[in-house]
């Protein structure tokens, strides 16, 4: 079992920045790919940025060169460091980890951080 706890979220003006930050606790040695999802009002939960155990990210198009996702595997903790915010970033942003279960990977979620881009 894993619990994912997400800090960070809030209120920007357009062009700010912001950082979110998950940790992850429990079987943490199991992790494997961990990213960000997020979910505006209306819209499905649709991908941010994912980066690997050995530290490969991957960016969705209207994040890259914005966004930028690190990972610290000791720490058992994913950041998403947030630049150039435009008020379509605004959304309820999750944290998501894959885990080696005993039969395959198992997806965990944590309880997902509002994010505010707003004049």
């Known amino acids: 079992q894993v619990q994912l706890v997400e800090s960070g979220g809030g209120l920007v003006q357009p062009g700010g920045s912001l950082r979110l930050s998950c940790e992850a606790s429990g079987t943490t040695f199991r992790l494997n790919v961990m990213g960000w999802y997020r979910q505006a009002p209306g819209k499905q939960r649709e991908l941010v940025a994912t980066?690997?155990?050995?530290?490969?990210?991957n960016y969705a198009a209207s994040v890259e060169g914005r966004f930028t996702i690190s990972r610290d595997n000791p720490k058992a903790t994913v950041h998403l460091h947030m630049d150039s915010l435009k008020p379509e970033d605004t959304a309820v942003y999750y944290c998501k980890a894959d885990i080696w279960g005993n039969y395959g990977l198992d997806d965990y979620w944590g309880q997902g951080t509002q994010v505010t881009v707003s004049p």
């Open positions: 980066i690997t155990k050995n530290l490969e990210p």
